[in-house]
T-cell receptor, first 110, second 110 residues
Framework: GIQVEQSPPDLILQEGANSTLRCNFS?????LQWFHQNPWGQLINLFY???GTKQNGRLSATTVATERYSLLYISSSQTTDSGVYFC????????????FGTGTRLLVSP | ETGVTQSPTHLIKTRGQQVTLRCSSQ?????VSWYQQALGQGPQFIFQ???????GRGNFPPRFSGLQFPNYSSELNVNALELDDSALYLC?????????FGPGTRLTVL
């Protein structure tokens, strides 16, 4: 099956710093989503981005489908950005099965 | 618009018992998926229901079963619980191409 790798696995930032999270996937996909999982376990949708670039406030994402990677940019990080960031992809299998990456655990300190 | 809801939030069972978890999909969404997230890992796809029929399944044994009702709500049933079934169980409903997750049910098997 498709493999999804995220880097770095762990990231510690000071408040106000910028960061880039990467997601590599091993095969073509027809869906890619970025999620933020908060300390209570809730997965929060950040972006649906199978290709191209999107921005939402301090967050932006770029997916280069032909090169099989996606990047999530966090600018001016805040303590509330702490948590685990997951990239998840879906192939055209006839049903919508998301395959999640291993996650990046982010800690933003004041 | 109501988001995805799940019940109960927490549950403690003993080995060999059976458990039923419940999910209400987001308004207008007719596809529901279930995922298992073990501690420190990304969510793993269990199965998906579309219009009351299972239309996709991950690598989980038959003791994991489900139902979807005419109002698109869903149940996940797990029989003969094992210690390794301890995890966060997440339900997601699909709108257009994007999946939206509920807050999860944390199951502990003793």
């Amino acid at each position: 099956g498709i493999q999804v790798e995220q880097s770095p696995p762990d990231l510690i930032l000071q408040e106000g710093a910028n960061s880039t999270l990467r997601c590599n996937f091993s095969d073509s996909v027809n869906n890619l989503q970025w999620f933020h999982q908060n300390p209570w376990g809730q997965l929060i949708n950040l972006f649906y981005i199978p290709s191209g670039t999107k921005q939402n406030g301090r967050l932006s994402a770029t997916t280069v489908a032909t090169e099989r990677y996606s990047l999530l940019y966090i600018s001016s990080s805040q303590t509330t950005d702490s948590g685990v960031y997951f990239c998840a992809v879906e192939r055209d299998t006839g049903f919508q099965k998301l395959v999640f990456g291993t996650g990046t655990r982010l800690l933003v300190s004041p | 618009e109501t988001g995805v809801t799940q019940s109960p939030t927490h549950l403690i069972k003993t080995r060999g018992q059976q458990v039923t978890l419940r999910c209400s999909s987001q308004s207008g969404h007719n596809t529901v998926s279930w995922y298992q997230q073990a501690l420190g890992q990304g969510p793993q796809f269990i199965f998906q229901y579309y219009r009351e029929e299972e239309n996709g399944r991950g690598n989980f044994p038959p003791r994991f079963s489900g139902l979807q009702f005419p109002n698109y709500s869903s149940e996940l049933n797990v029989n003969a619980l094992e210690l390794d079934d301890s995890a966060l169980y997440l339900c997601a409903s699909t709108g257009l191409n994007e999946q939206f997750f509920g807050p999860g049910t944390r199951l502990t098997v003793l």
